[in-house]
């Protein structure tokens, strides 16, 4: 079974830049998760998609960020303008059950 | 407001020895508390997770200790090897089945 995959792997930017990330969940998961993870932190669940619906995003900085999944599978994450406080790693997730999650490798943003 | 606090932020143990981390929640209504390993370069990984019902759960090298009253929960890691140098994060799930999850412990295993 193939894993979560996410492209790009690493992103530099320049502040007040916009930038997007990918994301193809393992297939048949339901459930796609978005994390930011910064330095020295856990992950941070930004937005949570059931299908095509959103079920969470209380914690989405939605002056900024956006996101979408496209026909209940694959989903698009992006920030528009970026500011340097930005700079994290951006996990995917997706479940099957409620349970276990599993994680993408993420993609590094640095905002210079 | 963190919800989950974890602890230490880095732990160092010899090889063969016993590693320790622990976590702390305080919202009664979290009901699924998993452990994630994750490696530099590598999304974070189930390792091990129980239910408050249990005090217990053991997987290999790995034991989960749960303490409900207290709001507190372990991970033990029996035979510490140099290949479980990894950051380990506590988590705790609530409504919506979401996941609040701790700062992480950053363990070195010397050889």
């Known amino acids: 079974e193939a894993g979560v995959a996410q492209s790009p792997r690493y992103k530099i930017i320049e502040k007040r830049q916009s930038v997007a990330f990918w994301c193809n969940p393992i297939s048949g998961h339901a459930t796609l998760y978005w994390y930011q993870q910064i330095l020295g932190q856990g992950p941070k669940l930004l937005i949570q998609?059931?299908?095509?619906?959103?079920?969470?995003d209380s914690q989405l900085p939605k002056d900024r960020f956006s996101a979408e999944r496209l026909k209940g599978v694959d989903s698009t994450l992006k920030i528009q303008p970026a500011k340097l406080e930005d700079s994290a790693v951006y996990l995917c997730?997706?479940?099957?059950?409620?349970?276990?999650?599993?994680f993408g490798p993420g993609t590094r943003l640095t905002v210079t | 407001q963190q919800q989950v606090k974890q602890s230490p932020q880095s732990l160092i143990v010899q090889k063969g020895g016993i590693s320790i981390i622990n976590c702390a929640y305080e919202n009664t209504a979290f009901d699924y508390f998993p452990w994630y390993q994750q490696f530099p370069g590598k999304g974070p990984a189930l390792l091990i997770a129980i239910r408050p019902d249990v005090s217990e759960k053991k997987e290999g090298r790995f034991t989960i200790s749960f303490n409900k009253s207290a709001k507190q929960f372990s991970l033990h890691i029996m035979d510490s090897q140099p290949g479980d140098s990894a950051t380990y994060f506590c988590a705790a799930r609530g409504s919506n089945y979401k996941l609040t999850f701790g700062k992480g412990t950053l363990l070195t295993v010397n050889p």
């Open positions: 998609f059931q299908n095509n619906g959103v079920v969470d």
């Open positions: 997730a997706s479940s099957r059950q409620p349970l276990e999650q599993y």
